[in-house]
């Protein structure tokens, strides 16, 4: 079994095995502020530029010209990546791509066609990574629980089949997820990573709920987000 490397400070450490299986679909849960896209946009980096790994970002809310402008705060020249095809950024908000007419994901958030498009991608791109920002959007598009249930095992199996290795970001409603609260989307998935930012502290917390195939450490863990993106605290 291969074992992919997230390249952020000592978050690999957390993992038996320096990182967790290739091909995992992981779902990333927190709340607003706990640094989700930003450790999403981190693991492609890396992947790019350290373990020569191509990756597509899947934006459900923010432009691609934001975000790219947003994690230069970090030196992660994302432009200059994207102009060498090692990170592809597609923009999958409805209301833009009906508006710029794009043939890229011209039906916005349906999960048929944003699972046909990744497969196209994939396969022209060769990519490795995958993040897919946010997941709590493609909600929105379901008309009941089972609906989205139906939708996400869908997504996490194809995703499987695509010999990729995936980030799913999503809003968590709770800081007790993996403890004592379980939403149906956190069995769906081959492994859950829980961000929280106490604001009371204004500390952050990380914290591996869950990841079939390998073993991990358990309990919550200090991180920081300084001009070089997440770091572990010792």
């Known amino acids: 079994m291969e074992f992919v490397r997230t390249g952020i400070d000592g978050v690999d450490g957390l993992f038996s095995k320096n990182g967790y299986p290739s091909g995992n679909a992981v779902l990333v849960l927190g ?8 450790f999403g946009m981190q693991y492609l980096y890396k992947g790019a530029t350290i373990y020569g ?6 934006t459900l809310e923010e432009t691609p010209q934001k975000i790219e402008r947003n994690m230069a705060a970090f030196g ?6 994207t102009d060498e095809g ?5 923009d999958a908000t409805t209301p833009r791509i009906q508006e710029a007419d794009s043939d890229v994901v011209r039906s916005g958030l349906g999960m048929d066609n944003l699972i046909r498009n990744l497969k196209d991608m994939i396969s022209k791109s060769g990519a490795k ?5 946010s997941l709590s959007l493609m909600a929105f598009q379901s008309s009941d629980d089972f609906d989205m249930r139906t939708k996400l095992i869908r997504l996490s199996v194809s995703l499987s089949e695509m010999d990729v290795t995936t980030l799913v970001l999503s809003e968590a409603r709770s800081n007790e997820i993996g403890t004592t609260v379980f939403p149906p989307e956190t069995f769906l998935f ?8 106490d604001t009371n502290s204004q500390e952050r917390r990380l914290a591996i709920r869950k990841m079939r195939g390998t073993k991990h450490v358990l309990g919550s863990y200090r991180f920081t987000i300084d001009d070089e993106g997440i770091k572990m605290k010792a």
Not at 53 to 58: C, Q
Not at 86 to 90: D, P, S, T
Not at 190 to 197: E, K, N, S
Request: proline share 5%.
């Open 86 to 90: 090692k990170i592809l950024i597609i």
């Open 129 to 133: 990574r995958v993040v897919i920002d």
């Open 76 to 81: 992660w020249d994302i432009s200059r990546l």
């Open 190 to 197: 081959d492994g859950v990573i829980w961000m929280m930012l």
């Open 53 to 58: 790994e191509p990756g597509i970002y899947v």
């Open 31 to 38: 709340g607003p502020g706990s640094g989700k896209s930003i």
